[in-house]
């Protein structure tokens, strides 16, 4: 069995600042792609940033330069930092990780349950 438990959503307003972080837990033998999705109200999700176990990273378009993704192997976390967050940042973040569970030869999409962000005018 395996978890993501996210942590660090809020409100806030425009302009400032959040750390969202994501832990991965269970039976866990290796993580390969780590990443942030997000969904807004009527909307479809859409990937946020993802980053790989060898650090390689991408961004989409409209959080290049602002939000910041990173990931410490030894913990299994992932952690999103967002700066100058707008109002249209606002969704339900999820985290979502590659992981291959002990016992197992391929890789499984595992989600946490979403954490809210919300962004002030």
């Known amino acids: 069995q395996v978890h993501l438990v996210e942590s660090g959503g809020g409100l806030v307003q425009a302009g400032g600042s959040l750390r969202l972080s994501c832990a991965a837990s269970?039976?866990?033998?290796?993580?390969?792609?780590m990443g942030w999705y997000r969904q807004a109200p009527g909307k479809q999700r859409e990937l946020v940033a993802r980053?790989?176990?060898?650090?390689?990273?991408y961004y989409e378009v409209s959080v290049k330069g602002r939000f910041t993704i990173s990931r410490d192997n030894a913990k299994n976390t992932v952690d999103l930092q967002m700066n100058s967050l707008k109002p249209e940042d606002t969704a339900v973040y999820y985290c979502?990780?590659?992981?291959?569970?002990?016992?197992?030869?391929?890789?499984?999409?595992?989600w946490g349950q979403g954490t809210q962000v919300t962004v002030s005018s």
């Open positions: 269970g039976s866990i033998f290796s993580i390969n792609t």
């Open positions: 980053i790989g176990s060898g650090g390689d990273i």
């Open positions: 979502k990780a590659k992981i291959s569970s002990i016992g197992l030869t391929w890789y499984q999409d595992f």
